[in-house]
């Protein structure tokens, strides 16, 4: 009886580590089809609107709204539906910032950006090669960062706003084209089918019938759901303390990572003041460092303040708009490399988004020419060789009482480092990448070895999460952010020019084609573009020096932003077509 039993648990183990390897679809990356281009989806009411990546975790928040939650609940309802719904974004074990807009009163972030591990010095990663391994995880801050907003500004229960996340997670959720899309991409890569450490992740989001993702499957995640019914039922203690965080040191330790118990236990989340500057009539409320977003939006678009900035004409953008803004985000991004880092750690020039700077490196942009990136490197060292050696989420939310969020949140990268803490069903980030790894190396391709944003332990890596708010006298008459790491600086100064300065409609703003620059590598990056208008650009940019860089599917992250009618009250919310979001509004 007793051999028979041992048997049968080694006959399980044996078809369960099989199935484990067996379950993951097989698509090649050629033939995983992107779902094909949708208009932005687009909603409108004065009782709450909610937009982010999917229409499942949409509508959490707006049924939140609707029971009496206020946008702060609905927003917590959203960031923990999206771990269910949009898993290669959607987190509880990455970080973010949540800006918060109360009504007359001050807006102010919520800084749960992943810390440093203490076991690391300046050069923990030099040489180091896996971006998809657990050495590459930084203490989570979201379960953290939820409960500060929670205590802070939220109305319903903790646990009541979990609760439709612990269902979706029980239950399941049916697939769609851009979750498969999503799931099939991820599997087609070869180490995610082979490397053992991977094992958990093929078990947790491999289709259990062994064949591709399609369409109206169903991903039920059972430990998922047993995680997040300890986290309402105890709080974010169990996470940072308790039988998560045992969970979590287990496997850091198992798999070569850095993250303890202890660094688990000192994680804390901040309220922080947001940056804030005045733009013509309106005032920009950005995220604050460790965030580089808030700093570099407010200086790049102060710069374009202070230039001629040509406002008429019937494309989208022109030549000389797209000139000047290159040339904006070229110095903007040097003043990021050079000064930027976190504030507990790094002391920030106090002018850095002062009227005056941004005018001093406006006046350095020559109108019809491009400057070339190395001419304003200025005392950064620019490194010949040899060290030869981007997923996050946006979603807004306003109530019926004008309480306004606008959060972003990431693993880093597509389901960060890829390993899923066995038994939680949750996945960690791979965020400890955003550090300058190279002390002293800043290349031309876009490495970056400054001093401000080197490794040290407890620090906050640099980010360049935009989440954004705009008032006008005194009122919340923007909401916007985006994925795509260092292009989100640049998509969220693009929105708000072609919104607020160009007078666009926030749906072709967020619909319309985007360009990136990054001051090294010193090219433009236009987005994919079907109205051909990029093309028609390049040899009239080339002319005036720029180098660009085009591809054919390249899409520049995913903006799911809301706007208000300041005379009616009316919310309009846009869930952006590249990542197949969802708008909804309380009926
Ligand atoms: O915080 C940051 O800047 C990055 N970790 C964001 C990464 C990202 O946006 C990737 N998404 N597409």
Known sequence: MIRYHHFCTFALFAIGGLL?????????????VRPPRKPVEVVQGKLGVVTSDTPLASEVGRDILAKGGNAVDAAIGVAFALEVTWPEAGNIGGG????????????????????????????????????????????????????????????????????????????????????AYSLNLVFSVDYIQKLPRF????????????RPWKPGDKLVQADLAKTLTLIAEDGPSVFYEGAIAQKIAAESKRGGGL???EDLKQYTAQVLPAVEGEIGPYTVFGAPLP?????????QLRMLEALEFPTQSDDFWTVEQVHLMTEVMRRGFRERAAWLGDPDFVTVPTDITSEEHAWQLASTIDTSQATPSEDIAGDIPLAEGPYESSETTHFSVIDKDGLAVSNTYTLESTYGCR??????????????????????????KGKIGTEPNLIAPGKRMLSSQ????????????????SPGGRTIINTVTEIVMQT????????????????????????????????????EMKPKLEAMGHEIEANDVWRQGCANGIIVDLETGEARGVSDWRRGGGARAVE
């Open 20 to 32: 484990s390897n067996l379950v993951s679809p097989t698509l090649s990356a050629e033939e995983i």
């Open 96 to 179: 973010g910032f949540m800006m918060i807009a109360p009504p007359d009163e001050e807006v102010v972030c919520i800084n749960y950006r992943e810390k440093s591990p203490a076991n690391v010095d300046t050069k923990s990663f030099v040489n180091w090669k896996q971006r998809k391994h657990i050495r590459m995880a930084g203490v989570p801050g979201t379960v953290r960062g939820m409960a500060l907003a929670h205590e802070k500004y939220g109305k319903l229960p903790w646990h009541e706003i979990i609760a439709p996340s612990i269902d979706l997670a029980r239950e399941g959720i049916v697939v769609d084209p851009y979750l």
């Open 199 to 210: 094992a958990e992740f093929r078990r947790v989001y491999g289709n259990p019938n062994g």
């Open 259 to 261: 993250i303890t118990l």
């Open 291 to 299: 965030s580089s977003g808030g700093t570099t939006v407010l200086m």
């Open 419 to 444: 390993i899923v803490v066995p038994g939680t069903g949750m996945l960690l980030n791979n965020e400890m990448g955003d550090f300058n790894w190279y002390p002293g190396y800043t290349d031309r």
């Open 466 to 481: 935009s989440p954004t708010i705009v008032r006008e006298n005194g009122k919340t008459k923007l909401l916007i952010g």
């Open 500 to 535: 607020l300065i160009l007078d666009r409609p926030l749906d072709e703003a967020i619909d319309g084609p985007r360009f990136h620059h990054q001051w090294f590598p010193d090219a433009i990056r236009f987005e994919a573009s079907d109205n051909g208008l990029f093309d």
